[in-house]
């Protein structure tokens, strides 16, 4: 499994916009379990769907009006 976390800017406190809620939605529809965050977001996904999912977010943030998309992936220590 992997952990990808991803910041979409621009950030406004307390009202994410359509830019981070379509990117977490895009994310859910694709399994990913995503954990909405105050500054940034992450969800965990299989490694064969990590790519899939990055495409989703960064498609779905830019289509609604990102300027920016920071991302991290980690692989997660098996349980």
Known sequence: MLLIEFTIEPFVEGQ????????VAAAQELGATVEFGPFGSSCTTSLEHAPHVVAAVLEAAFAHGATHVSLHAERLAPA
């Open 16 to 23: 994410p916009g359509p830019h981070v809620t379509t990117a």
